[in-house]
């Protein structure tokens, strides 16, 4: 089984509907991560979680929520989805020390049309 | 409408040549540098890390080059294989504690057999 799980997969919706991306780890982890990732431009962080207690803000928040639920827990709303907001999206964990690796996850691919 | 994405850097060799694949870093205070590497409908993976008070790193097959004068980062993949062909991405890493690390834009290994 995946140390980090998403879901779902791939995810087609229409515009104007509200869509969660769901995440959990085996990992252990306290620290999460939501990043985007549109070709040619890399990953953007949308938003992190450092415990359970503590949401914030990445380079690209805007249109996105974040609820971490629990350690283990960490899901990625999009209240009104937009055509632009098509793109391929990943959750990561990592350690509190060290080189600061990430641990992706498999991606949940996210359609709006 | 359609969005047109940015191409990607792409690195074409051949079965057995050496890769070298460069990465330009922003941050000077950067505490660590990663580079990963990301397969067709994947997730990111770890390769190799080096942290800012080094030069060289070396792993199994790959050899990370640190120049902290011009801010240059390089991985060299030693006799390239098929399975090598991915999309290969640099991170930095800050200082301070925070850990979050800004990732490139990617560059595309194509390895012919």
């Known amino acids: 089984d995946a140390d980090v799980t998403q879901t779902p997969r791939n995810r087609i919706t229409k515009t104007g509907k509200r869509i969660m991306l769901e995440c959990s780890q085996t990992k252990g982890h306290d620290r999460m991560y939501w990043y985007r990732q549109d070709p040619g431009l890399g990953l953007r962080l949308i938003y992190y979680?450092?415990?359970?207690?503590?949401?914030n803000k990445g380079e690209i928040s805007d249109g996105y929520s974040v609820s971490r639920q629990a350690q283990a827990k960490f899901s990625l709303s999009l209240e009104s989805a937009i055509p632009n907001q098509t793109a391929l999206y990943f959750c990561a964990t990592s350690q509190i020390s060290g080189s600061g690796e990430l641990f992706f996850g498999e991606g949940s691919r996210l359609t709006v049309l | 409408g359609e969005s047109v994405g940015l191409h990607l850097p792409t690195l074409s060799v051949q079965e057995g040549d050496n890769s070298i694949i460069n990465c330009a870093y922003s941050?000077?205070?950067?505490?660590?540098f990663i580079w990963y590497k990301q397969e067709s409908g994947k997730g990111p993976q770890f390769i190799i890390d080096i942290r800012s008070n080094m030069d060289k790193r070396q792993g199994q097959r790959v050899t990370v080059l640190l120049n902290k004068t011009v801010k240059h980062l390089s991985l060299q993949i030693a006799a390239t294989q098929p399975g090598d062909s991915a999309v290969y991405f640099c991170?930095?890493?800050?200082?301070?504690?925070?850990?979050?690390?800004?990732f490139g834009r990617g560059t595309s290994l194509i390895v012919h057999p």
């Open positions: 979680s450092f415990d359970v207690k503590d949401i």
């Open positions: 991170a930095e890493t800050p200082s301070g504690g925070s850990y979050i690390p800004t």
């Open positions: 941050n000077s205070a950067s505490d660590y």
